[in-house]
């Protein structure tokens, strides 16, 4: 296994960190991994708010849930679906690119765009030392984390990114069976060996929380699933992604 691979293998969330600041080439060469990422037919959709003032990241840490990460970390990145500039081109070039722009095919690849250069960012932080912790509760307020971070129409933020020295070394938790993730040719749908896969996985999650907390947890996976969904959340998102001009078509 080389180094990348191991790098990838022991990823963990890091949820508290030294109070200590990227410097500006950390921060420099992060951006420039996550530029290095692939992007769907060479439109970069996407772009990247860093966050250094103190009173901005504890204000985003509230309307993420309260979570302190947010506002205590080296560096707070906020990744979001562009495709504001591409509107600029539009207008200065005197054509009308609406069709477009405010398909649902757009905003997609905007999205991926987005996420394949986090993830290059993540894998190059982590390969540095750093620790990180992908933030998805500023999209529970996304009004007024737009507002705060003054974005345009055509633009989103989709989530955070907290960066820094990790001062802590969490276990790493158990994946899904790879033979339940890699469906072979088609996907696979015999019910009775996908039940037996989540059931074995559940043994493996509760036994895995069972030892984090001395037997104080013992939940299992698809009980977090349906505890999580049954509560619906942000359900305001489609109607905030029309006004921000996405997915109109």
Same mark, same amino acid.
């Given at each position: 296994?080389?180094?990348?691979?191991?790098?990838?293998?022991?990823?963990?969330?890091?949820?508290? /960190?030294? =109070?200590?600041?990227?410097?500006?080439?950390?921060?420099?060469?992060?951006?420039?991994?996550?530029?290095?990422?692939?992007?769907?037919?060479?439109?970069?959709? *996407?772009? @990247?708010?860093?966050?250094?003032?103190?009173?901005?990241?504890?204000?985003?840490? $509230?309307?993420?849930?309260?979570?302190?990460?947010?506002?205590?970390?080296?560096? /707070?990145?906020? /990744?979001?679906?562009?495709?504001?500039?591409?509107?600029?081109?539009?207008?200065?070039?005197?054509?009308?690119?609406?069709?477009?722009?405010?398909?649902?095919?757009?905003?997609?690849?905007?999205?991926?765009?987005?996420?394949?250069?986090?993830?290059?960012?993540?894998?190059?932080? $982590?390969?540095?030392?750093?620790?990180?912790?992908?933030?998805?509760?500023?999209?529970?307020?996304? $009004?007024?984390?737009?507002?705060?971070?003054?974005?345009?129409?055509?633009?989103?933020?989709?989530?955070?990114?907290?960066?820094?020295?990790?001062?802590?070394?969490?276990?790493?938790?158990?994946?899904?069976?790879?033979?339940?993730? *890699?469906?072979? $040719?088609?996907?696979?749908?015999?019910?009775?060996?996908?039940?037996?896969?989540?059931?074995?996985? =559940?043994? @493996?999650?509760?036994?895995?929380?069972?030892?984090?907390?001395?037997?104080?947890?013992? =939940?299992?996976?698809?009980?977090?699933?349906?505890?999580?969904?049954?509560?619906?959340?942000?359900?305001?998102?489609?109607?905030?992604?029309?006004?921000?001009?996405?997915?109109?078509?």
């Amino acid at each position: 296994m080389n180094e990348t691979i191991n790098t990838l293998m022991e990823h963990t969330s890091i949820r508290s /960190f030294e =109070d200590r600041p990227l410097s500006a080439e950390q921060i420099h060469t992060l951006i420039e991994s996550a530029q290095a990422a692939s992007t769907s037919s060479f439109i970069q959709a *996407y772009s @990247i708010i860093g966050i250094t003032d103190q009173t901005k990241k504890e204000k985003l840490a $509230e309307l993420a849930g309260n979570q302190t990460y947010v506002a205590k970390n080296g560096h /707070f990145f906020i /990744f979001c679906a562009d495709l504001y500039r591409h509107q600029v081109i539009a207008e200065s070039k005197e054509i009308d690119l609406s069709e477009s722009l405010e398909s649902t095919e757009k905003f997609m690849v905007s999205v991926i765009d987005a996420s394949l250069a986090a993830q290059n960012a993540v894998v190059a932080a $982590e390969s540095m030392g750093l620790g990180i912790c992908y933030i998805g509760g500023i999209r529970n307020n996304l $009004e007024e984390v737009g507002e705060l971070l003054r974005v345009p129409k055509h633009v989103i933020p989709l989530f955070g990114l907290a960066v820094g020295y990790p001062s802590q070394s969490p276990e790493k938790k158990p994946r899904l069976p790879r033979n339940h993730i *890699y469906h072979q $040719e088609e996907y696979q749908q015999d019910l009775v060996t996908y039940k037996k896969q989540l059931s074995e996985y =559940d043994a @493996i999650i509760s036994n895995y929380y069972a030892e984090r907390t001395n037997g104080k947890r013992q =939940d299992n996976w698809t009980d977090q699933m349906v505890n999580m969904l049954s509560n619906p959340k942000r359900m305001y998102m489609n109607d905030y992604v029309k006004r921000q001009g996405f997915t109109k078509r």
